[in-house]
């Protein structure tokens, strides 16, 4: 078997972490999350884990380059090549290319987790965020390319109304399947 590395995708409340992790756990893979990364970083910068300041953080590691980014997060989930992984939070193809690159020639498979507007409204609502901060995080240049470019790339597109433990048997089958392929 070929081990691959999982990548998630999904807009803000879409439940791509709650969803990732499951499967990590059902697979026994390692997990990692470019938001926990962030944080993380935001912390030893001395920072707050406010949206505001893990979206500026971001953006700073994003200008500093991707490939440093990337390789941080892929050191930050202890992988090594050869080994699979579960990488949660894809925001930019350009994450997602440069994955592909500092992995090859293991494959990196992109979930995307959808969810319908109104459902995620409701989650964000349980969170405690208002419509408005809803529109502004959305207007983020980090969101972007979640809501337009990934789901096109993404290798399967899933909807997260199912309940999880019928998306993670989905999704652990497809990649078991996927795992015994050759890689193309």
Not at 127 to 138: K, L, Y
């Amino acid at each position: 078997m070929t081990p691959v590395v999982l990548a998630f995708a999904g807009r803000i409340a879409s439940g791509k972490s709650t969803i990732s992790q499951d499967v990590a756990e059902a697979l026994c893979w390692p997990w990692v999350s470019f938001g926990d990364y962030v944080r993380v970083e935001a912390r030893r910068r001395g920072l707050g884990e406010s949206r505001a300041t893990l979206q500026q953080v971001g953006d700073e590691l994003i200008a500093a380059g991707w490939e440093s980014f990337c390789h941080a997060v892929l050191m930050h989930g202890n992988w090594h090549p050869g080994q699979p992984l579960i990488i949660d939070g894809i925001r930019h193809v350009e994450a997602l290319q440069m994955l592909k690159d500092l992995v090859a020639p293991q494959r990196v498979l992109l979930v995307f987790i959808d969810v319908p507007d109104p459902v995620r409204a409701a989650r964000l609502e349980t969170r405690g965020v208002t419509m408005d901060e809803q529109q502004q995080r959305d207007r983020h240049a980090s969101e972007a390319q979640v809501q337009t470019m990934l789901p096109v790339l993404a290798d399967r597109i899933l909807d997260s109304t199912r309940p999880v433990a019928d998306l993670t048997l989905d999704i652990t089958h497809w990649v078991e399947q996927c795992v015994r392929e050759k890689p193309v």
